[in-house]
């Protein structure tokens, strides 16, 4: 058997497929319509919307197959989001890649595949596909139709995607925080020995007002962009990263205690120095005030988290005003 390798751009992929915030998630109407009307229109006896994650594949939606997910190993999806266009396979059997792939040997017994890459934000992030138990042949035709079906299905994650985007920096908005956090918070409930400990950092900009005033809002706007591209860099791609608005961010992830979370500041702050040191004399500079929580029983949801992540923050905000000159040190 032959498993596919990672994409080119892995990290930046997965990024973008987790904020979709779609993985265990229930089935949605707005994706099983189009699996029902692929198994439908090409007589085959699977239609599935393939999320494919970094060991596993997904099923968003499947009609004719009573399974969650499987292995990307063995997946077909994952040699899907490696080309620009569909990739069919029309018998399994005498296909090199897959003559002794565990699907093929076993159930679900696939003999003939299809699949679109579904592309969000110039990803890959899984696939449309359809599959049968018996070897045949799909006409350009057929194919044509296939593509324009996966462009619908693409079309409403793209939607997701601006729905709980910053437009501005590309980071999650408030609402793609909240999202995030209902899914953490709850799988952390019962299953804290795999998620937990959950964190988040507050992070907000010191002088931006003045960044604003001093040299234009197009100035505030690239430092708003410049801490954004920063966290992107610092922070773990599992990592949530949101811009809650102004310039306010914050940064949610699992697994990561005091010392984690200690730790990733300190590459923050060499991060922004780094930055600093390239802006020309006289320009503006980053800088920030920062504060994280890590969550403990008594913290029910994100609002509580944020809480006390603030006052951390808040309390470092006053010592940096008291202290700081205008756009920060270098």
């Not at 984690?260 to 800088?287: C, I, M, P, T």
Request: with cysteine; proline share 4%; net charge negative.
């Amino acid at each position: 058997m032959q498993s596919p390798p990672v994409t080119a751009d892995e990290a930046r992929r997965m990024a973008v497929l987790r904020s979709l915030q779609l993985l265990d998630t229930s089935p949605e109407e707005r994706f099983d319509r189009h699996t029902r009307l692929a198994r439908r229109l090409f007589d085959v006896p699977i239609a599935a919307v393939s999320l494919v994650d970094s060991s596993r594949q997904y099923f968003k939606s499947i009609d004719g197959l009573e399974v969650r997910q499987t292995g990307r190993a063995e997946s077909f999806c994952g040699h899907t989001i490696l080309q620009a266009d569909a990739m069919v396979v029309n018998d399994a059997l005498a296909d090199t890649r897959f003559i002794d792939n565990p699907l093929v040997t076993g159930s679900p017994d696939i003999r003939f595949y299809a699949g679109v890459p579904l592309v969000v934000q110039g990803q890959p992030i899984g696939t449309l596909c359809i599959i049968d138990r018996q070897s045949r042949e799909l006409s350009a035709e057929d194919l044509a139709s296939l593509t324009d079906l996966a462009g619908m299905v693409a079309a409403e994650m793209q939607t997701l995607h601006e729905a709980t985007t910053d437009t501005l920096t590309g980071l999650c908005n408030q609402r793609g925080l909240a999202n995030a956090a209902r899914h953490l918070f709850r799988a952390d409930d019962h299953h804290s020995d795999l998620l937990g400990p959950l964190a988040i950092v507050t992070i907000d900009l010191d002088h931006f007002k003045a960044i604003n005033d001093g040299f234009g809002h197009d100035a505030g706007d690239r430092a708003l962009k410049a801490m954004a591209d920063i966290l992107k860099q610092v922070f773990r791609g599992s990592d949530w990263s949101a811009r809650q608005g102004g310039d306010e961010f914050c940064v949610l992830s699992c697994r990561s205690g005091p010392l984690a979370v200690q730790r990733q500041l300190e590459r923050l702050d060499e991060a922004v120095r780094a930055f600093n040191r390239g802006q020309r004399a006289g320009s503006w500079k980053l800088a920030y005030s920062a504060g994280f929580a890590v969550r403990t029983p008594e913290i029910a949801d994100l609002d509580a988290l944020l809480c006390v992540a603030d006052g951390a923050m808040y309390d470092q905000k006053a010592v940096h005003h008291a202290n700081a000159t205008p756009w920060g040190a270098a």
